[in-house]
T-cell receptor, first 114, second 111 residues
Framework: DSGVTQTPKHLITATGQRVTLRCSPRSGDLSVYWYQQSLDQGLQFLIQYYNGEERAKGNILERFSAQQFPDLHSELNLSSLELGDSALYFC?????????????FGNGTRLTVT | GQQVMQIPQYQHVQEGEDFTTYCNSSTTLSNIQWYKQRPGGHPVFLIQLVKSGEVKKQKRLTFQFGEAKKNSSLHITATQTTDVGTYFCADLTGTASKLTFGTGTRLQVTL
């Protein structure tokens, strides 16, 4: 158990809809990362937050947004969903935003857009 | 932009055989982290390499960082079925606190 909690585990929704994925980092971790993993694909970095503030942005679509709350949990919002958004979305946390902190991943949320 | 490629994409070995995956970057790597993702699971941190030429071992796993810090390798001696999974290298870019993952090598081990 990594200590990172992601909900829900599975999400099935229709094109055009909006969903929210939730992540609670490990106790004591200030940094949260979001990654997208499509079928048999690698891990695509979306966005990172550190102690409530956006720290770095990857290839995140404009239809996607995220935030980190004062209690350090994070939410990833996906809107105007398309079939191609179907993927496994991972949240990871680390102790701090420095470059040498290992990432601890949650179990992921599997999103299916129909 | 930076690309981190891993070869091979897939390897199927018999239990007891050795396995190596290579991680190559188009730019100089800052640090290298290695992760393992079991089928249906999430990536799990294995190790971090920082120094040029660094070699670290974890039981049957040997990790190496190239002298020029543009490549890294993971070697597994005498594979076991528990080694099945996808192995990712990840580069901590020097300009932003983001983690670029390699394309991954999927290892299948059969008896």
């Amino acid at each position: 158990d990594s200590g990172v909690t992601q909900t829900p585990k599975h999400l099935i929704t229709a094109t055009g809809q909006r969903v929210t994925l939730r992540c609670s980092p490990r106790s004591g971790d200030l940094s949260v990362y979001w990654y997208q993993q499509s079928l048999d694909q690698g891990l695509q970095f979306l966005i990172q937050y550190y102690n409530g503030e956006e720290r770095a942005k990857g290839n995140i679509l404009e239809r996607f947004s995220a935030q980190q709350f004062p209690d350090l949990h994070s939410e990833l919002n996906l809107s105007s969903l398309e079939l191609g958004d179907s993927a496994l979305y991972f949240c990871a946390s680390s102790v701090e935003g420095r470059l040498n902190s290992p990432l601890h991943f949650g179990n992921g949320t599997r999103l299916t857009v129909t | 932009g930076q690309q981190v490629m891993q070869i091979p994409q897939y390897q199927h070995v018999q239990e007891g055989e050795d396995f190596t995956t290579y991680c190559n970057s188009s730019t100089t790597l800052s640090n290298i982290q290695w992760y393992k993702q079991r089928p249906g699971g999430h990536p799990v941190f294995l190790i971090q390499l920082v120094k040029s030429g660094e070699v670290k071992k974890q039981k049957r796993l040997t990790f190496q960082f190239g002298e020029a810090k543009k490549n890294s390798s993971l070697h597994i001696t005498a594979t076991q079925t528990t080694d099945v999974g996808t192995y990712f290298c990840a580069d901590l870019t020097g300009t932003a606190s983001k983690l670029t993952f390699g394309t991954g090598t999927r290892l299948q081990v059969t008896l």
